[in-house]
């Protein structure tokens, strides 16, 4: 099968330091992957390259289209690219170009499918968190300037049908009782499930979710494995995680990739991880001996 | 191109230049240590030109005659005032701000803007003020010449770039040889952890207000003893100007501040010299929008990454 | 107790020093004029008021409230569409048709500035309050919107009617321009690049004398209604108005058909801003607000949202311009300094930023009061001035519980709706 994900040849520099170092790695239709390393071995930054915050320095991150024809879709071309002289006599490339530079960036990514959530939770504090689910349907709702002021039909349909959805999802999260509180007054736990279903309410087919565990104690933390495996299994939605926690990174994953000083040194199911002497040395080999084996 | 002509827009570029960098400062530091433009800054300048005015009458009025004494005086007065006006200011309309939101800082300090030059307006009235002139004298380069042919500089003007060099020179030494210099870098790197460390970052930020603030007073100073007049408004234009000083150079840089103010002075004076003086400051806030456009980071700046 | 005392003096002290020579020693020509006994009720002012409020706070917990409300991230929202109750609302109508009937012409000359004022407040409160954007610049869609009037009379003849959309459009125009590459920057610098943009447009105002008459100003017609004209003869070649329903002339018709008219500009504007708040646009400004970096992430362009709200708050700005050239009849460059946008600044800011009704409350708040206070209108700015310090240190969300839209959930029928997930723990 086609990869969803393909990422080749990724690497990242900040000034002088190399935070990113040739990383490949896929990313199968419907599989859960896992994103592992010991800290700072640059996962967060893989991410914020993927999810287009950051503009990778080399390499490519390609995304199957929903047609899924060959090379499918550059999601580094959707960030804008440099103009090369080479434009000048290709005025469709230039205009294409000049158009990315003006208008690109991550939310061009989130609109091909590719959904995120936040190591540090980033929720919208002072609006509800209907209203926290209802800008993430910014572009699935009417949002005409002249067909809200006067209230049209299309208008109220589709603020319906956003609301109904957001409901949908609140529910997916156990959240529904608490539609109409601020977001920043939410628990903790509570919010890094709204921010979830904030992520979903984008409709992704790629949802990538940064140490989503961070904070939750043992039976929040099983919940969550439950939850996303449900998310995969009844919406086909891909996952690609960045987890601490190896008791839940070995339970819900088909595939794991590790990180290590930005560099990949392992990939692979978590049985062929588990076994790896590289992965064992650099990384598991210390979680082994705090976590009492795996 | 007249080379006198040239030369004496040059002069005057320099030193308008250096007052810019040394009001500059003050900005560039207070962004670099918390990330806040200081907008009540160019009324600070302000004060320091009315106490300025106020120290020489008063040194007058108990008859004082000797120019250097007088200067000297009225330099240590004014600084020292000045720069307690600096503090009070961020005690009272910024340090409970520490930890609100993006707007607020900004806010109260137009607030202070505002309430500064009322106060002087107030108390000192809305009209005109002056200094007498202090330090007459010229030279001429060359010496001899005749006519229109003749750079001229004032002793006052050469007096301001000493000043202004011998200022940001002892500020240099001060952050890079001092232990206090040291935890001002530490807290700019990283405010939390040198707080970890046991460097009182509260009092650190305190001591940058207070240093940009002495570093206004000087300039406040040299520029009233040069123009000789001033009222309630002036800070507000100067702080534009070195606002944008302290961007060209790449704010949070301390010589990126100096170097731009020395790039806007001699850009402005070369403008109102050979293209147009009624659009020289259409000029210079221009250059501030270009430079925060298409290079935010100045010449000396280091680009921000956006964490994400 | 001594320590309260002890750091009660060593503030008079300081405050001491810092009023000693401004206020102490008033400049007059080269020579002082000695006040000596300013600077020491000043401080004693300080001593006492420091003393009673730390001692005021530390026994009744006066201060706790507003100090509580500060370091608390998020207010706590009190959740409900009611705005102000309809009987307000109506009441609030009722008097705005009644004032000029009732107060008579002076109350009218005031209300109409006050109306003026909140218009740009509300203009302004879209992009600093919704979208959190600070704008220093915003007098200068105002000169924009006034200018477009003026000159455009001068040179074509345009008529008030058309220069009304034309302004806004104009002034809109200049905000996208302008907006479109600073808006993509941190956001401080957006504060500088208004403020210095604010200043270019004075000040080419004022120096390109052969177009814009310069400090001398453009003077400009009263609009008319209809082609009815509000003079003694008709000069615009219409007919004047009394005559057309032959009553006796009075300059109180002008006045009269600004304020109504100004009236419904500002209700339309009010009940655009209520409905904005609860539209996709709006949701996307707040959002935008409080997490850029969140709002990327979830597909929004912030660079293109931001537009938006810059600029309708910069057409706003153009229509309230084009009024207030209307209303003086003149205009010139003084009108358009950055005080101007302070001034709307502070109205937004006191208004509690977002809040309509805050704003509605300040800009009449901060017009009628200086009218009532004559007397004491040197310490006007300096008052605003501390009341934004104040507010900002106190209350930097505002003075009002903020309200926020209420969404009745559907009880039925939710599309592919998936079980709860404790129930899938459950079971198993």
Known sequence: MMPLLTVHGLSMRFGG???????????????????????????????????????????????????????????????????????????????????????????????????????????????????????????????????????????????????????????????????????????????RRLEMARALCTQPRLLCLDEPAAGLNPNETKALSQLILTLRERFAITILLIEHDMGMVMDISDHLVVLEHGEVIARGKPEQIQQDPRVLAAYLGTQTAEKGGL | ???????????????????????????????????????????????????????????????????????????????????????????????????????????????????????????????????????????????????????????????????????????????????????????????????????????????????GAAMAAVAGMLVTLNYGSFDFYIGFLMGIKAFTAAVLGGIGSLPGAMLGGVVLGLAESFFAGFVNSDYKDVFAFSLLILFLIFRPSGFLGVPEVEKV | MSSRVSRALRVAVVALLLFAPITGLVLSGYQLSIHWQRPLWLAAAVLVGYFTLSWLMQHLGWLDRFAASRSAVQPTATIGLSGPRPVWIGAA?????????????????????????????????????????????????????????????????????????????????????????????????????????????RLVLNNWVSVTGGPNGVSV??????????????????????????????????????????LIVVALLILMVIRLKRMPIGRAWEALRENEVACRSLGIHHVTVKLSAFGLGAMVGGVGGVFFAALQGFVNPTSFTFFESAYILAIVVLGGMGSTTGVIGAALLLTVLPELLRDFSDYRVLSVGIAMVLMMVWRPRGLRQRRRPFFVIPAQDLPKAPVAVSQGVAEQ
Not at chain 2, 127 to 134: A, S
């Open chain 3, 93 to 201: 109508i009722l008097f705005a048709l009644l004032l000029p009937f009732v107060l008579g012409k002076y109350a009218v000359s005031v209300a109409i500035l006050a109306l003026i004022y909140l218009l740009l407040g509300l203009g302004l409160n879209i992009v600093v309050g919704l979208a959190g954007l600070l704008d220093l610049g915003f007098v200068a869609f105002y000169a924009v919107g006034a200018y477009t009037y003026a000159l455009g009379y001068h040179y074509f003849h345009l008529s008030f009617w058309l220069a009304l959309p034309l302004g806004a459009l104009l002034a809109a125009l200049f905000g996208m321009i302008l907006g479109f590459p600073v808006l993509r920057l941190h956001g401080d610098y957006l504060a500088i690049v208004t403020l210095g943009f604010g200043e270019i447009i």
């Open chain 1, 17 to 191: 330091v190399t935070a990113l170092h040739q990383v490949d790695f896929t990313v199968q239709p419907g599989s859960i992957t896992a994103l592992i390393g010991p800290n700072g071995a640059g996962k967060t930054t893989v991410f914020n390259c993927v999810t287009g915050f950051y503009r990778a320095s080399s390499g490519t991150i390609h995304l199957q289209d929903e047609y899924q024809q060959a090379e499918g879709i550059d999601l580094l071309a959707l960030l804008g690219e440099p103009l090369q002289w080479s434009d000048l006599w290709q005025p469709h490339r230039l205009s294409q170009r000049l158009y990315y530079k003006m208008f690109g960036g991550p939310h061009l990514v989130n609109r091909v499918g590719v959904a995120r959530t936040f190591q540090n939770i980033r929720l919208f504090n002072e609006l509800t968190v209907m209203e926290n689910l209802l800008v993430a349907q910014h572009n699935q709702v009417d949002s005409g300037l002249l067909s809200g002021l006067l209230s049209s039909r299309r208008f109220r349909a589709y603020e319906q049908a956003a609301v109904a959805r957001a409901s949908a999802w609140l529910r997916f999260f156990d959240l529904l009782p608490e539609a109409n509180r601020l977001a920043g007054e939410l628990p903790y736990g509570y919010q």
């Open chain 3, 221 to 262: 017609p009263f609009p008319t209604l209809l082609g009815l004209e509000f003079n003694r003869k008709a000069k615009q070649g219409g007919v004047p108005i009394h005559e057309f329903f032959a009553v006796e002339y009075s300059s109180d018709h002008r006045s009269l058909f600004l304020y109504f008219l100004l």
């Open chain 2, 1 to 211: 191109m007249d080379i006198y002509i040239v030369g004496q827009q040059l002069v005057n570029g320099l030193v308008l230049g250096s007052t810019y960098g040394l009001i500059a400062v003050g900005y560039t530091m207070v962004y670099g240590i918390i990330g806040m433009i200081n907008f009540a800054h160019g009324e600070i300048y302000m004060i320091s030109a009315y106490l300025t005015a106020i120290f020489l009458a008063l040194a007058s009025y108990f008859g004082l005659q000797s120019v250097p004494v007088v200067l000297l005086l009225v330099l240590f007065a004014t600084v020292f005032l000045t720069a307690l006006y600096g503090w009070s200011v961020e005690q009272i309309a910024y340090r409970p701000l520490r930890h609100s939101n993006r707007l607020a800082p900004l806010i109260s300090a137009i607030g202070i803007s505002l309430i500064l030059q009322n106060y002087i307006r107030i108390s000192q009235g809305a009209r005109n003020q002056g200094v007498p002139p202090v330090l007459d004298g010229v030279w001429r380069i060359p010496s001899s010449a005749i006519d229109q042919h003749f750079i001229q500089i004032t002793y006052l003007q050469s007096l301001i770039v000493v000043t202004a060099l011998a200022s940001m020179a002892l500020l240099t030494w001060i952050i890079h040889r001092t232990a206090l210099g040291r935890a001002c870098r530490a807290t700019q790197q990283d405010r939390i952890m040198a707080n970890l460390l046991g460097v009182d970052t509260d009092r650190i930020i305190s001591v940058v207000f207070v240093m």
